[in-house]
T-cell receptor, first 115, second 109 residues
Framework: KAGVTQTPRYLIKTRGQQVTLSCSPI?????VSWYQQTPGQGLQFLFE???????NKGNFPGRFSGRQFSNSRSEMNVSTLELGDSALYLC??????????????FGPGTRLLVL | QKEVEQDPGPLSVPEGAIVSLNCTYS??????FMWYRQYSRKGPELLMY????GNKEDGRFTAQVDKSSKYISLFIRDSQPSDSATYLC?????????FGQGTRLTINP
């Protein structure tokens, strides 16, 4: 089975711009979660989508948004980028049937640099 | 205070040593405890998954959970250079999943 894929792998943007990241889950997985990973804060949960609906949400500002399509693929959008948004953004998928405690299968991440 | 505390290291040990990695937590609702391993430029991968208190062994890896002390550990026996990675603890319960900051481990040949 193919793993979780994320595109693009690297991005450089400037402050004030917006960015869209994409995630394709493992085939058959219906839950997609997004995380931000930085050296200072570690791995922080952004949100989880299941069956095209946001099911859980972390403590991030409204500039961070996401959506999920009928084929379970997901996108994450960050508007009005700030320098502090520079991070590795990880997507993880799971079957979604048992909630957030299910094993998460992570993609390789998208490394975003905001200048 | 963070819900999950993990010493970020770095931790450097010689090949063959026993490694002990630890996390403490404050939320009593956590019931599921996990350890993930993350190699450089890769996403985390699940190493161990335990439910409630007790020990679980998988090859050279042993996960230990002590819910009364709110303390979990991962032991690596006969450590190898290929074990060099960042190890993240994670715990979940009550529809919440929280990761530790990760401990960077280097095994020196």
């Amino acid at each position: 089975k193919a793993g979780v894929t994320q595109t693009p792998r690297y991005l450089i943007k400037t402050r004030g711009q917006q960015v869209t990241l994409s995630c394709s889950p493992i085939s058959g997985h219906r839950s997609v979660s997004w995380y931000q990973q930085t050296p200072g804060q570690g791995l922080q949960f952004l949100f989880e989508y299941f069956s095209e609906t946001q099911r859980n949400k972390g403590n991030f500002p409204g500039r961070f948004s996401g959506r999920q399509f009928s084929n379970s693929r997901s996108e994450m959008n960050v508007s009005t980028l700030e320098l502090g948004d520079s991070a590795l953004y990880l997507c993880a998928s799971s079957t979604g049937t048992s909630g957030i405690q299910e094993t998460q299968y992570f993609g390789p991440g998208t490394r975003l640099l905001v200048l | 205070q963070k819900e999950v505390e993990q010493d970020p290291g770095p931790l450097s040990v010689p090949e063959g040593a026993i490694v002990s990695l630890n996390c403490t937590y404050s939320n009593s609702a956590f019931q599921y405890f996990m350890w993930y391993r993350q190699y450089s430029r890769k996403g985390p991968e699940l190493l161990m998954y335990t439910y409630s208190s007790g020990n679980k062994e998988d090859g050279r890896f042993t996960a230990q959970v002590d819910k009364s002390s709110k303390y979990i550990s991962l032991f690596i026996r006969d450590s190898q250079p290929s074990d060099s990675a960042t190890y993240l603890c994670a715990m979940s319960g009550a529809q919440k999943l929280v990761f530790g900051q990760g401990t960077r481990l280097t095994i020196n040949p």
